[in-house]
């Protein structure tokens, strides 16, 4: 049994490029395996999203229901969940274009190289397209026919609506 390599030894150069070559078969699975972690990221940002907004209107309820008194610390408690809640729906929001930005750019790293891989001489220009379908949805510069823009519709929307109905319960503490 050869003896572990150390850093310095061997690891200070890439391994050799036919090692790194991976088969059409296996660059798929890997581009398909990452956009399935960011739908899966996508997911966990929603749902904690819609933890913590669900726990701060429970607080406001609960809130509600005892005697509101003038004071500072009450008026602050008021005014600070709401902020809260959009700050939290801010970040959730900012988390979700980031996972849909890298789907896209896995997809268009893989429609690439689909195309490279048809125009190889083996192939003789037939299409890889049946064999190895783009991940999810087409690019199409119609929005009504991407199903990719729809299908991210709905993780906008519910930040859309609790952004909303943050901004819908702080106008009516400052207001009332």
């Known amino acids: 049994m050869a003896p572990l390599q150390t850093w310095e030894q061997d690891m200070t150069k890439p391994p050799a490029t036919s090692k790194l070559k991976p088969s059409p ?3 798929y699975d890997r581009v398909v395996e990452q956009i399935l972690r960011e739908e899966a990221n996508v997911a966990n940002r929603i749902q904690w999203l819609l933890t913590f907004s669900g726990l701060l209107f429970v607080a406001l309820g609960f809130d509600q229901g005892a005697v ?22 801010a970040s959730a929001f900012a988390g979700i274009v980031a996972a849909n930005q890298s789907k896209t750019k896995y997809r268009d ?3 690439d190289r ?3 891989l048809e125009k190889c001489n083996e192939l003789k220009g037939a299409s890889l397209q049946g064999w190895f379908p783009l991940p999810y949805g087409p690019k199409e510069k119609d929005w009504k026919k991407n199903s990719s823009f729809l299908g991210r519709l709905s993780s ?19 207001a009332g």
């Open 25 to 27: 078969l296996e660059m």
């Open 68 to 89: 509101f008194d003038q004071s500072g610390l009450s008026k602050l408690f008021w005014i600070g969940l709401p902020l809260l809640g959009l700050a939290i729906t």
């Open 109 to 111: 790293w893989w429609g």
């Open 114 to 116: 689909l195309k490279e």
């Open 156 to 174: 906008y929307g519910v930040c859309a609506v609790l952004a909303s109905a943050w901004i819908a319960v702080g106008i009516g503490i400052v």
